[in-house]
């Protein structure tokens, strides 16, 4: 007696080929992001959707598919996503690690930004407000909690 393999029984050939094109997207966008991370390619103006289709191993069109399926609306977003982190990631050190505050023109080049205003439009769509209110923001925090813990061991 012949038996079908159970994912085709299950989920018929349609779906299993779409499963593993799904799979495969998936492992294209991982690889992408582990490249942006650890490389920072979001830095380098220059580098394209193209670029990094080569550096993953894929051709624009999966790359194209797996950023809009897992990450973000286009490649674009996916790119300014890297930065805004990496200028939050400096904030927070500034606030919390004792960095020197750095004036917001040069918070911008050091995300990878053209300039401010670019970088104030992309902080807004992730964030939900500017760089400089993210920071005043934070410092507020930092003086209430320490406050709060003076207070606490006063007491």
């Given at each position: 007696?012949?038996?079908?393999?159970i994912?085709?029984?299950?989920?018929?050939?349609?779906?299993?080929?779409?499963?593993?094109?799904?799979d495969?997207?998936?492992e294209?966008?991982?690889?992408?992001?582990?490249?942006?991370?650890?490389?920072?390619?979001?830095?380098?103006?220059?580098?394209?959707?193209?670029?990094l289709?080569?550096?993953?191993?894929?051709?624009?069109?999966?790359?194209?598919?797996?950023?809009?399926?897992?990450?973000?609306?286009?490649?674009?977003?996916?790119?300014?996503?890297?930065?805004?982190?990496?200028?939050?990631?400096?904030?927070?050190?500034?606030?919390?690690?004792?960095?020197?505050?750095?004036?917001?023109?040069?918070?911008?080049?050091?995300?990878?930004?053209?300039?401010?205003?670019?970088m104030?439009?992309?902080?807004?769509?992730?964030?939900?407000?500017?760089?400089?209110?993210?920071?005043?923001?934070?410092?507020?925090?930092?003086?209430?909690?320490?406050?709060?813990?003076?207070?606490?061991?006063?007491?």
């Amino acid at each position: 007696m012949d038996h079908e393999p159970i994912s085709s029984t299950l989920l018929g050939e349609d779906d299993v080929s779409e499963y593993c094109v799904n799979d495969l997207k998936r492992e294209i966008f991982d690889k992408a992001v582990l490249l942006m991370e650890r490389d920072e390619l979001y830095l380098t103006p220059s580098y394209s959707i193209e670029d990094l289709s080569r550096d993953v191993g894929t051709n624009r069109t999966y790359m194209s598919e797996s950023i809009r399926d897992y990450g973000s609306n286009s490649y674009c977003d996916f790119v300014n996503n890297f930065r805004v982190e990496r200028v939050m990631r400096r904030i927070n050190e500034e606030v919390f690690k004792g960095k020197k505050m750095l004036p917001v023109q040069e918070l911008a080049i050091i995300g990878g930004f053209g300039c401010t205003r670019v970088m104030n439009r992309h902080f807004r769509r992730y964030i939900g407000k500017t760089p400089g209110l993210y920071r005043r923001e934070l410092v507020s925090e930092k003086c209430i909690s320490e406050s709060k813990m003076s207070t606490d061991l006063r007491q």
